[in-house]
């Protein structure tokens, strides 16, 4: 006979190896996607790790969601992001871009640079309801306006959001908090999670180990990552490096607890608003590059 099934953690997932696959010329894309993890990584849908010399890419439709690319600091070359509202930035390394897609809109990223080596996570975005509906729009935060946070063993930029007394200049359309930073072996990052939110964290390189009052901890070796909840109240986490220095990323926000319907780039609320956003974007009305 079988023993009971084993208690599920209170917080964290269980850590998710990502998929990969080939991106660019000889480089790779590491996706972890919402589905895979056993717990809730809403409003986060998609991270997709790039590491690439970097063609461009397709011009893609995207409705219902929002698009943010974060290229490392350590990266080599530019992003150049257009779409067919008419904006235009050029994202450099350390640089955080955020579209929001809203109603629809049709964006293109596009390499620049004789020496690529571009190393970028771009992460899609969940839309609560309301932004669904709002006209396109875009966000950028140069490198240099990036709030340093400077603990013992450790440093962390400050791309959305706030930690402590430290806000990010960056004002978004929905309450997220992102940060990219480096912990050095012992040392422990503890970040407060609001009753309602949910946390992505990974492991880009080292091997990091998480805890919260409650729960078990779980190790977090490179290329991993883990989500955590806080599902009836607060909950405080505590990120440790482990080893040599690690290379971490935390993505948290509101979960949306709203009908999600998704075909493709199109994430909306319902199945009749689906097809109303495939309609448009057949009939050119999200604009064209």
Known sequence: MYGPLPARDPVFSRPLQPRVHPAGAGGRLRQFRHDA???GMSPLLVVDHVQSAGPEMEPLPHAGLSVATLLFEHAQGEIESVDSAGARHCIRPGDLHWTLAGRGVVRQARARGESL????????????SDLKQQPPASFHLAAAKVPLIALPGSRLRLLAGQLGAVRSPLVLPQPLLILDGRVDAGATVALPLPAGWNAWVYALS???ALEADGAGTRALPATTAVTAGAHLADVQLRIRGVGTRSHLVVVAGAAINEPLVQHGPFVMNTRQEVMRVVQDYEAGR????
């Not at 571009?118 to 975005?125: E, W």
């Not at 999200?286 to 590059?289: E, I, N, V």
């Open 286 to 289: 999200l604009g064209r590059l």
């Open 206 to 208: 080292g091997e990091l």
């Open 117 to 128: 080596s571009l190393d970028a996570l771009q992460i899609l975005v969940n839309s609560p």
């Open 37 to 39: 993890f056993d717990r």
